[in-house]
């Protein structure tokens, strides 16, 4: 069982895609574990980012990620990783599949609608930064021996 970090982010929250991007985890089988819906300071922001400082796109990725409300989660599943990236596409919207959240919804590279872990290392490490251990619900999932 692996976790991961997903964040829909300040464009998402704003064209009504919450729900739309959820039931996209859900139908998959994938386990909530944790949700929240709250705005960005700056420093979590750099936190959150701080593996693309100095990259051009850094200081207006900082300055959209904390202009408004985002929707912060933690799912769990074999494999959740993989599968949520897969589910979500690639960075850009040109080169992300059709059926993938970016593809289906996103226009441009800077509103590409969700953040998504991308190794079990930084999604322990976004999680801790968005969650406290006591905000993850443990809890049976009954359908997982279906999936
Ligand atoms: P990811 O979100 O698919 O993991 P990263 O390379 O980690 O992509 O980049 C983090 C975020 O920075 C992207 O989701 C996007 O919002 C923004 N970003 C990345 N590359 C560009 C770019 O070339 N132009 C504008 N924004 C970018
Ligand atoms: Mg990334």
Redesign the pocket.
Known sequence: MERTFLMI?PDGVQRGLIGEIISRFERKGLQLSAAKFMVIDQELAESH?E??KG????E??LE??ASGPVFAMVWQGDNVIALT?AL?G???ALEALPGTI?SDFAV?????L???S?SAANAEREIGLYFSPSELVNYEHTIQRWV
């Open positions: 982010k980012y593996e693309h990259k051009g796109f850094y207006p990725l959209f990620i990236r979500i690639k960075t850009d970016r441009h590279t800077n509103f590409n969700i953040h998504g991308d």
